[in-house]
């Protein structure tokens, strides 16, 4: 079982510069998310996708954006990097976004901005 | 709002004791209480949840988490600790129809 596959699983960017990461789900899951961690902040929500076809803002979106290709992949863009953008990034993937069904994560792809 | 407390940044505990990891949180609303594990350089992996019913909540790896409501808590707990165990805990709430709060983590290390 994939799970949660996300690529690239690291990454250097110059101040400036923009790039995708990408993200599938094997599960077929409605909701997907992109998380930031950073050190002692745990993890902050920066987009979701509740349902194939809709997007909305986190609490940590500015900087990003982000696109709900079909309901497998949903990929964060980053247009122009920032070096407080650099973190952990981790998608993630639930069955439905508003009840208690559990969330799961891929492997995290680490991005830093120079 | 929802939020997650996990008073201790960092727990050390001897091979083959008991380990507890705490959480209290805060919602409005009844809540789905959560536990992930994360290993160095990899996701979080889901450990154990509470939806309803039964406080004592069993999950991987022997461990178990148990809900109190008047003191809104659910502790992670394993009554004999391994090696293997250490690692980055997070506690996580969701209450209906908004998204998932993780807590800042506790990096459990167990000491042989």
């Known amino acids: ?114 | 709002a929802q939020s997650v407390a996990q008073p201790e940044d960092q727990v050390n505990v001897a091979e083959g004791n008991p380990l507890t990891v705490k959480c209290t949180y805060s919602v409005s609303g009844n809540p789905y209480l959560f536990w992930y594990v994360q290993y160095p350089n990899r996701g979080l992996q889901f450990l154990l949840k509470y939806i309803t019913g039964d406080n004592l909540v069993k999950g991987s790896y022997g461990f178990e988490a148990e809900f109190n409501k008047s003191q809104t808590s659910f502790h992670l707990k394993k009554p004999s600790a391994l090696v293997s165990d250490s690692a980055l805990y997070f506690c996580a709430v969701r209450v209906y129809g908004q998204n998932f709060v993780f807590g800042p983590g506790t990096r459990l290390s167990v000491l042989p």
Request: charged share 15%.
């Open chain 1, 1 to 114: 079982n994939a799970g949660v596959t996300q690529t690239p699983k690291f990454q250097v960017l110059k101040t400036g510069q923009s790039m995708t990461l990408q993200c599938a789900q094997d599960m077929n899951h409605n909701s997907m998310y992109w998380y930031r961690q950073d050190p002692g902040m745990g993890l902050r929500l920066i987009y979701y996708s509740a349902s194939e076809g809709t997007t909305d803002k986190g609490e940590v979106p500015n900087g990003y954006n982000v696109s709900r290709l079909n309901k497998r992949e949903f990929s964060l863009r980053l247009e122009s990097a920032a070096p407080s953008q650099t973190s952990v990034y981790f998608c993630a993937s639930s069955e439905a976004s508003s009840s208690g069904n559990t969330i799961y994560f891929g492997e995290g792809s680490w991005l830093t901005v120079v």
